[in-house]
């Protein structure tokens, strides 16, 4: 078996890789309702139940939890889990295993189960969450195990921190939600801070796991300065620690004060989304209720149907981008696009859609047909001067005055150079060119790439209001041979 090692050193065993091998994806679907994987055990095979406990008390077992700890000889747990369920394992050999010696508890449940014994490997929350159950398999099929032979292996799910910890503050898990874990200790801090990033920006409630411990004290203030570039200085945070367990303890602060709160190895953060708020000391994430109906029990708000998508929904929100560009002529297609906080693109997009009555403020646009990126710009030669505006990801703005004349490519790069200037665009980005036009003032030539953000764009330039004589049919010419779309 090889291994591989990538730039951030994530390791791939090369039996692996990042397509399951066959077997293995059918073995998957071979998981019965019981959670079970492979054989329930052979003659002289034994069993592995993956057990999660919950967050700990005795009453968020589950029965078949207690069950299958019951049913094991062998209990194999963190010291502190083991203590959870000392009534359980009168009679059974225990294996108490400390916090670095995970992979010991695998091979060790492995060892007993080729040996016929039942295994219960027992971990808190549920086990699959940041939890023994991958890294047993891991270790398993490093071995030489499949599911379908030898020992089998049943997985029995717990209640994990997060649903635990949000029981105890009110409702923040109302809408969706993800969980990011602040430990350095396996996963490198480019990966952790990229996703605290995407959850940021994508509006996430986020329920950070190890959050922070006594060598861990710089996590918790990063991840902070992260989120906050997206996210309120008063978001509504909780902090629990120890839910459903002796020392339990809830703390209500926000995203700007979190890190000056009691915050250890047993905490979790739950930072709410841009609708989150306190009422009444609860934290509550609406489901969404109050955007359809008014004051919630009352009647269906105009323009929207109970039981039908959002007026703002898949179909319905380039209509809604449609009446805003009707309603606000003076914004810029920038302007709204930050309003409906989307790439332009997708205003272009939803202009590209307008037709009859469905207007888009005097815009019109079309998309320029495919492999005609290249034609485009050859069509630009005939369009007179012309403004460029180039945006770099940072924010800084590149507006020059040029002549299509002062195009050339070459390989990937599109160089714009004269004596004053020399700008140089990477055309690989390039994915989709539109062709914009607003009533008798605006001609604009966009090209996005493949998020749909603007790689750059070029417009006719006018003189005391008027284009120099001619482009504009050249302009228009180009819109007939090269554009796609609705005939507006
Ligand atoms: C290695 S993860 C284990 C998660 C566990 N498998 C689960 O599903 O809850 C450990 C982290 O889970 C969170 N955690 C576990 N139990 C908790 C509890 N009772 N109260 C609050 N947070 C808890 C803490 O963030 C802790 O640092």
């Known amino acids: 078996m090889t291994c591989t090692c990538d730039r951030l050193g994530w390791v791939k065993s090369g039996r692996k890789g990042s397509q399951p091998p066959s077997c293995i994806a059918e073995k998957q679907l071979d998981v019965n309702a019981m959670g079970t994987v492979g054989t329930t055990g052979a003659m002289n095979e034994g069993k592995i139940f993956l057990v999660g406990l919950g967050p700990g008390a005795a009453e968020h077992m ?3 939890a207690r069950r299958a700890i019951a049913a094991a000889n062998v209990v194999i747990g963190y010291g502190k889990y083991v203590d959870l369920v000392k009534d359980l394992i009168d009679g059974k050999e225990v294996i108490r295993k400390g916090m670095t010696q995970e992979v010991d508890r695998c091979v060790a449940a492995g060892e007993r189960a080729r040996a016929g014994k039942t295994v219960a490997l027992i971990s808190s929350g549920d086990i ?9 398999f891991e270790v398993l099929l490093q071995s030489g195990w499949n599911p379908g032979d030898g020992i089998g292996v049943e997985l029995i799910p717990g209640i994990t921190a997060l649903s635990a910890c949000a029981s105890l503050v009110g409702a923040p898990l109302g809408h969706d939600f993800c969980t990011i874990s602040l430990s350095d200790l396996l996963t490198p801090w480019p990966v952790i801070a990229r996703r605290l990033e995407a959850a940021g920006r994508g509006d996430f409630v986020i329920a950070l796991y190890n959050p922070r411990s006594g060598r861990r004290q710089g996590q918790l203030l990063e991840a902070r300065r992260i989120l906050l570039r997206d996210r309120r200085p008063d ?10 367990r002796e020392r339990q303890a809830v703390q209500l602060s926000t995203l700007n004060e979190m890190t000056e709160c009691d915050i250890g190895m047993l905490s979790t953060v739950l930072i709410g989304n841009g609708s989150t708020y306190f009422d009444a ?5 609406p489901r969404g209720y109050g955007r359809k109906y008014a004051g919630l029990t009352g009647e269906v708000k105009e323009g929207e149907r109970s039981g039908r998508s959002l007026s703002m929904g898949f179909n319905g929100w380039k209509a809604c981008v449609r009446r805003f560009l009707s309603d606000n002529p003076d914004q810029s297609l920038r302007q709204v696009a930050r309003y409906f906080d989307v790439p332009l693109g997708e205003i272009l997009e939803a202009v590209g859609e307008a037709g009859g ?6 815009y019109a646009a079309v998309t320029i047909r495919p492999g005609g990126e290249a034609e485009i710009l050859e069509a630009a030669r005939d369009w007179g001067r012309l403004r460029a505006v180039v945006r770099s990801e940072a924010g800084a703005v590149s507006e020059l005055l040029l002549h299509a004349s002062d195009f050339s490519r070459r390989g990937d790069w599109l160089n714009l150079t004269n004596e004053h200037f020399h700008l140089h665009i990477d055309w690989s980005r390039v994915h989709r060119g539109w062709l914009l036009r ?3 003032d605006l001609c604009s030539l966009y090209f996005t790439d493949a998020r749909q953000d603007v790689v750059f764009s070029l417009s006719l330039v006018r003189n005391e209001g008027r284009f120099e004589q001619g482009v504009e049919q050249c302009f228009e010419q180009a819109w007939e041979r090269l554009g796609v779309g609705k005939r507006q």
């Open 62 to 64: 589950s029965g078949r």
């Open 281 to 285: 000391g609860l934290m509550i994430t």
């Open 128 to 136: 699959g969450v940041y939890g023994m159950a991958g890294l047993t």
């Open 438 to 440: 607003r009533s008798a």
């Open 357 to 362: 009555e469905d207007s888009a403020g005097g």
């Open 235 to 244: 978001t509504p945070v909780a902090i629990v620690h120890s839910a459903y």
